[in-house]
């Protein structure tokens, strides 16, 4: 589970909000004061560019954050409730580990269902905690391309103040759960604090800010024996790294978004390091990534039953046809194959668990 939060003497609380300043304002007025700052309009983008960007946003808010109330939206955006496809990609490698240790432990169902429920609840705030912190190191970038020009501390509807206040209340609400976790993950948890507090600043510096992030984002993979009372290093290492790849290939798919504007602003990435290489890097990527899931079966003796080869099979034929299917020129494209690792691994992820059900019935 990814550690992905410090209130300032003085900081608004997070759920002090003003109004959003209207669209009409920002473009129109070549200064706005929000929160008592001076926030300069985007200066890239015509003001229907900026008009549709403002359009998109409300129109993505979805029927759960759309019905929030109004002064607390811009901190669900924030946490990007209303796009939980990074919340799940969190979570999956974590209920791999919890579901494969459960098996070598023979944990008891219910220690099994709240060990996946807690990890659930520590994604959630977690990826929203590692969001603030990209956004926050980030709004100067933000406001350079039009995907993200709209987010609530580069459109200055939360302010950087508020934004480390809400990111203090995350972070402890993390911790607080780390801490219903067994001793033993405690140190193995808090070891990822410092990738996922700097994570965001590599893309400033080298094209390879993909590996710092899947480094932190599959820390479940790791963090999930522990929490089970299991630590299996020749299983959790090949599952981490394994996992690790497959951040690699579909973070890369998701950088492909962007690329024109990232050359703009300065913004470094895979798919800028690979270029028209990047499908045959991700394939090759893709083949390691399940040869080390192959091992870590091996390891832990569970690679034969049937839910493990049947699901590691499904898991391995999406992302292969994903890569080769994905038109990365296409922005759309790319993030409906970034999205499609939601249901690849929850096939992994529900193969694994039929493999426990029948071991724990005495059907494997």
Request: with cysteine; glycine share 10%.
């Amino acid at each position: 589970m990814l550690l992905h939060g410090l209130k300032l003497a003085g900081a608004a609380t997070p759920f002090q909000f003003s109004r959003s300043i209207p669209l009409r304002a920002l473009v129109l007025n070549p200064i706005v004061r929000l929160h008592g700052t001076k926030v300069d309009p985007p200066q890239h983008f015509t003001p229907e560019q900026l008009a549709q960007a403002r359009l998109e946003r409300n129109q993505g808010l979805g029927p759960f954050v759309s019905k929030l109330p109004k002064k607390w939206i811009p901190y669900a955006e924030l946490m990007r409730l209303e796009k939980p496809v990074g919340t799940w990609l969190l979570y999956l490698p974590c209920t791999w580990a919890i579901t494969m240790a459960a098996m070598e432990g023979m944990a008891p169902l219910g220690s099994t269902l709240w060990t996946l429920g807690l990890f659930g609840v520590g994604a959630l705030i977690m990826r929203g905690a590692g969001c603030t912190i990209n956004d926050l190191l980030d709004r100067d970038l933000d406001s350079k391309v039009i995907r993200s020009v709209e987010r609530p501390i580069a459109s200055g509807r939360v302010s950087k103040n508020q934004a480390i206040g809400f990111l203090a209340a995350q972070t402890a609400v993390g911790v607080g759960i780390l801490a219903q976790l067994p001793a033993q993950c405690w140190w193995l948890g808090l070891a990822s604090l410092p990738l996922v507090f700097t994570y965001p600043l590599f893309k400033r510096f080298t094209y390879y800010p993909q590996v710092v992030l899947s480094a932190c984002f599959n820390w479940g993979a790791l963090l999930g024996f522990p929490a089970m009372g299991i630590l299996d290093w020749s299983t959790m290492l090949p599952l981490y790294t394994g996992s690790l790849l497959w951040c690699m290939t579909y973070d890369t798919i998701y950088a492909h978004q962007d690329k024109k504007f990232d050359v703009k602003a300065g913004i470094k990435s895979t798919a800028l390091a690979w270029g028209s290489r990047s499908k045959t890097i991700c394939n090759v990527m893709t083949a390691c990534q399940f040869s080390l899931y192959v091992l870590a079966g091996l390891n832990s003796g569970l690679l034969w039953g049937p839910g493990f080869i049947g699901g590691l099979s499904i898991f391995a034929y999406r992302v292969f046809t994903m890569i080769k299917r994905v038109d990365l020129d296409n922005p759309a494209a790319c993030w409906k194959a970034f999205t499609s690792n939601i249901n690849s691994g929850l096939y992994f992820s529900g193969a694994l668990l039929l493999d426990y059900l029948l071991r724990l019935f005495g059907l494997l």
